[in-house]
């Protein structure tokens, strides 16, 4: 580890997420990177495989790449809690610091967080297929196709269960081609670039991250009485928006949503915001509107 880095390791350093295709080594730079600093390294399987909370049919049967997103319409409010469950496991990790992730997603949900350093991993097509063929022992045609099926599922699931383009450069302070490189050169470049002013958390950054995970749990309380509501947290104070009258007219509903809410660890103060008709654009909820 680099003495630097270790000098500074318990005060507060960035996040890194990495967006990767099949066979970009992607995963190897997010493991070496972990192993440099001394992270944990973590990745949506293993958030999936080590949280209670996703011991719900349709998270389970979301295992592999290959299911397509449209396996959550089969189930009422499939997406949303999906993303619900996924968001809030991977805030919770995130509050910890000290982490790298790799996988799906890790970019969206922390995109306005400025002590996160966001990185997509590239590699040359060529070289990917003859990693594919040495793995798997198949022809060259046959890693081409699976490769190529591999990134459409993966833009897919961006596209339908997150509402972004994972080959938009725009997400990422940093795309890194690895082709022309080794896994160390690249692990080298970030370890550099997370001692930049702009990274470093502060406390404006981390509170936004605990707002965020406040949030998030409390919308994961609420996913099975109401899995559209709109939830924001700040210091305590949470939001509750998008309660659609016309789908909880009782007011024994919206007092059981406040309830649970203020149950919540964490939660002081508890808001309301009911609506009428269509939902302004405005207020559109983000779980709602992938």
Known sequence: ????????KRTNMPIITISRGSYSRGKDV???????????CLSRDLLIEASNEF???????IRALHDAPTVLERFSHGKERYVAHIRSALLEHMRKDNVVYHGL????FLRDISHVLKVRILANIEDRVKEEMRREKISAEEARYILKKDDEER??????????????????DLVINVSTMTVDDAVDILCETIKKTAFQTTPESQRKLEDLALASRVQTALMHLAPKVNVT?????ISIGNIDEKEIAR?????????????????????M??????????HINPFYNM
């Open 30 to 40: 997010a493991e070496k990177m972990a192993q440099r600093l001394g992270y944990e």
């Open 155 to 172: 833009r897919k699931w961006g596209i339908k269960v997150y509402g972004v383009d994972t080959l938009d450069s725009k997400l990422y």
């Open 233 to 237: 947290a700040s210091l305590g104070l």
């Open 251 to 271: 007011p024994d509903k919206v007092a059981m949503l406040e309830k649970i809410a203020k149950s919540v660890e964490g939660v002081n103060e508890v808001h």
């Open 273 to 282: 915001h009911m609506i009428s008709g269509k939902v302004k654009p405005e």
């Open 1 to 8: 580890m680099d003495p630097n880095l270790l000098s500074t």
């Open 55 to 61: 011991n719900i049919p349709e998270i389970k049967l």
């Open 105 to 108: 997603a890790g970019h969206f």
